[in-house]
């Protein structure tokens, strides 16, 4: 982690480790997750990486070089299959995301991200950097404490604790250059943690939803 990007997480330690060590987390690396919160997961999350994908597009156009265009051309050509991934193990698992309706917290966040684009490229990169550094710790503290060498998530497992994806992030630290980050860019930073948070209580809760869409009659 470069200089900003350290800054970054250190200003928000706390709810950094709650997110990081959040009981989802913990309950996928211990095999205990409930069928229905992992359910929730998947259809929330594809959801969450088919917005994500049009706001990394937006920040390509905002981008200042070519050297951030290279890395961040990276990160959304690894989104195709990624989102493959997403399709292939809903449809395993008999479900789809045709007329899923998002939880309100994972629309506020992909809303959020959208919206932060507004706030120009310095602000969104730190929303960037937040949301990929998020899913890698989270993911490689399931690598690490996995109960079970087989586990059943090992494909998420594998797309964020693999090396290229940890390279991937520290190279988006490292577009985040040195020195204190600005005030708007800890905020927004800090407004990543707790979305990443909300999005796991919407997912994990027993009190969650059903998974069918509601259907909004006339
Ligand atoms: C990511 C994600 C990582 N898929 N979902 C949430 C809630 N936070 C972060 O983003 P990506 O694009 O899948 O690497």
Redesign the pocket.
Known sequence: MTGRAKQLVAGEAALWARSVEHPFVMATAENTLPEGAFHRWLL??HR??VE??RF?AGLITLAPDEPARDVLAG?LT??TP?LALFRTQLADRGLSPEGYEPDPA?LA?TSFLLASLYNGYDVALAVLYG??K???D?WTAVRERAVVANSPYRSFID??SAPV?ASYVDELGELLGTGAPSPAQQRAFGEVVR??LL??DSVHAASAGPLSPRKWTT
Do not use: H, K
């Open positions: 929330a999350d969450f990486v994500f994908r990394l990160g690894a989104l990624e994972c966040y949301v990929e998020a899913y890698l989270a797309n964020w994806f979305f990443e999005f796991w």
